[in-house]
């Protein structure tokens, strides 16, 4: 069980690396991998299952009861980044608007589901996160048309029962399954349970960005100068959302596991939804700049994630602090309580008790000389 536990801190560590290497084989082998294709949404559950099991019902409750960070995280992905995404696209594709249609679907549609898993990784607020992927799906047959419509004049219909029985599956049934059973195990489910199946999941997204990833290989491999333009500004974009979720949260002051979790919101996007909105309903060079997100999105959330925990290194230490205080030994506990140390006793509990041998052998001498 050590070494499993080991192999996942290992994978863990080394993502940064694995990431980009994952996402080559997608490319170069689009046909051998692709047969992971069926699978992907199962082993989506699997791995929200385990990120859920680190969760209560009563956190998932404190995030309604407290919006602000919740609706704070939705104004970021859904309004300004289109937004932003809309002006900055304009200024540079501007002669080609399918091009600028594509980069706005680009960030118009809801935030990725593999948010939750890079998250959970990097200890951020789970139950904040679930919310923000929910709701950002919720409300996405709404906000996709909307904006489409008040910045481009694009009129598009979005399949919401299938939407929503692939959020379902992939998000909110495992997520449920997970706190329920953390719940009734009273924290069996985050203390044992998901470090078992945590290597397992490392495995997994393995498979599913090496997947992900084969839709790009038609264009990565027929690559030409306007694509490699609109490919160099959906990287740069693409980092400024995770920038900008980080610079939101800090502002406002947000502690460790919230600023993460802003992070990846706000820099992670549904990717496949926008492929079948931009194939459905526009010409094909608007899916290029919906898929280049592909290749960039996996690699830079291993990355930042990583630059993310070194830079915040000491803040994590200070989280953790009151978890260790909670982990102290019973027995120091229990001298805390009582004023000393379960030495002192033992000790005193020792003295008395050679006193009393000593007094013993004292009358045994004098009762022998008489």
């Not at 969760?55 to 404190?62: L, S």
């Not at 009861?65 to 809309?86: C, D, E, G, Q």
Request: net charge positive.
């Amino acid at each position: 069980m050590k070494q499993w536990a080991g192999l996942g801190k290992f994978l863990a560590g080394h993502m940064q690396i694995i990431v980009p290497i994952c996402v080559a084989l997608g490319v170069l082998f689009p046909q051998q991998i692709g047969v992971l294709k069926p699978i992907v949404p199962a082993l989506f559950a699997f791995m929200t299952f385990q990120g859920a099991l680190s969760n209560t019902f009563h956190q998932v409750a404190e995030v309604f009861h407290r919006p602000l960070h919740l609706i704070l995280a939705l104004l970021v992905s859904a309004v300004l980044i289109p937004i932003a995404a809309y002006a900055i696209g304009s200024l540079f594709f501007g002669s080609n608007p399918n091009l600028v249609c594509g980069i706005v679907l680009e960030y118009s549609v809801p935030v990725a589901v593999t948010a939750f898993m890079w998250i959970s990784m990097f200890g951020g607020n789970g139950p904040l996160a679930l919310t923000i992927i929910l709701t950002s799906s919720v409300i996405s047959p709404v906000t996709i048309p909307l904006t489409l419509k008040l910045l481009l004049g694009a009129t598009v219909s979005i399949d919401v029962p299938s939407m929503m029985q692939d959020m379902a599956f992939m998000i909110a049934i495992p997520a449920v399954l997970g706190i329920m059973i953390n719940e009734l195990t009273r924290g069996w489910g985050h203390e044992k349970l998901s470090p078992a199946l945590s290597p397992a999941c490392k495995f997994m997204m393995m498979g599913v960005i090496a997947s992900n990833s084969t839709a790009m290989s038609e264009y990565v491999l027929h690559m030409n100068a306007v694509r490699l333009e609109v490919a160099l500004f959906i990287l740069t974009f693409a980092i400024s959302g995770f920038v900008v979720g980080f610079l939101v949260a800090r502002a406002l002051h947000l502690p460790y596991s919230e600023t993460t979790t802003m992070c990846f919101t706000c820099g992670m996007r549904n990717i496949s939804s926008g492929a079948v909105i931009a194939t459905q309903y526009f010409p094909g060079e608007v899916v290029f700049p919906v898929m280049c997100g592909t290749l960039f999105q996996q690699v830079l959330a291993s990355l930042i994630g990583h630059l993310f925990e070194r830079l915040t290194g000491e803040e994590r230490a200070a989280q953790r602090k009151p978890a260790r205080v909670a982990a102290t030994p019973w027995h120091a506990r229990l001298s805390a309580v009582c004023g000393r140390s379960l030495y002192d006793v033992s000790a005193s509990r020792c003295a008395r008790s050679r006193s009393a041998s000593a007094s013993s052998v004292v009358s045994a001498l004098t009762w022998a000389k008489r």
